[in-house]
């Protein structure tokens, strides 16, 4: 079936390294992917996304790869920080219906 | 701006009762959502609406109602609560289109016994 998932369940990253997260999605038609934070005891929290005929788009200390080729995509949060310590989904989004299907998550857990 | 208000924040039903779980979102958003998320799982989408008067079933809609009479509200009904339904519900809202961001309230837990 469709679906969005996560190599890593969880992410063990010193404060100030680099962190990688990535996922895997096996349905070629969504037109958006896109990640989301979630801290705990809130609703998830959207960083970026990264529309489906681009390779690489970056934000504040955060940039998206998308490899349409092997169907995966990572999430790189550069000189991690405490505050960056949270779960983080990907998510596709189709333009049919605007629907947004999550993936299972990751934590990350930055040690100082 | 209050964005998106769910309530109750928690509840506890017993097996069989009902209730509503109520959503409203103060951005003139089109698009609304229910989600459910289980303990260290992902969100599971149960249904979403497109705009007022319109309603489409998600990943996993047994169990659930939902309605859409104005823009604002997206209420999510239980019927005959069963312990597979305690989870945190969600609720969420967008604008569409190439705008991908949702804005998700503070979410439900609900726990049946």
């Known amino acids: 079936g469709e679906s969005v998932g996560l190599h890593l369940p969880t992410l063990s990253v010193q404060e100030g390294d680099n962190s990688i997260i990535n996922c895997a999605y096996s349905n070629s038609a969504s037109d958006y992917f896109i990640w989301y934070k979630q801290e705990s005891g809130k609703g998830p929290q959207f960083i970026i996304d990264i529309r489906s005929n681009m390779d690489k788009r970056q934000g504040q200390r955060v940039t998206v790869l998308l490899n349409k080729t092997v169907k995966h995509l990572s999430l790189q949060i550069a000189a991690t920080q405490p505050g960056d310590s949270a779960v983080y989904f990907c998510a596709e989004n189709r333009a049919a219906g605007n629907k947004l299907t999550f993936g299972g998550g990751t934590r990350v857990l930055v040690k100082p | ?113």
């Open chain 2, 1 to 113: 701006n209050a964005g998106v208000t769910q309530t109750p924040k928690f509840r506890i039903l017993k097996i069989g009762q009902s209730m509503t779980l109520q959503c409203t979102q103060d951005m003139n958003h089109n698009y609304m959502y229910w989600y459910r998320q289980d303990p260290g799982m992902g969100l599971k989408l149960i249904y979403y609406s497109v705009g007022a008067g319109i309603t489409d079933k998600g990943e996993v809609p047994n169990g659930y109602n939902v309605s859409r009479s104005t823009t604002e509200d997206f209420p999510l009904r239980l019927e005959l609560a069963a312990p597979s339904q305690t989870s945190v519900y969600f609720c969420a809202s967008s604008y569409g289109g190439k705008n991908t961001e949702a804005f998700f309230g503070q979410g439900t837990r609900l726990t049946v016994v």
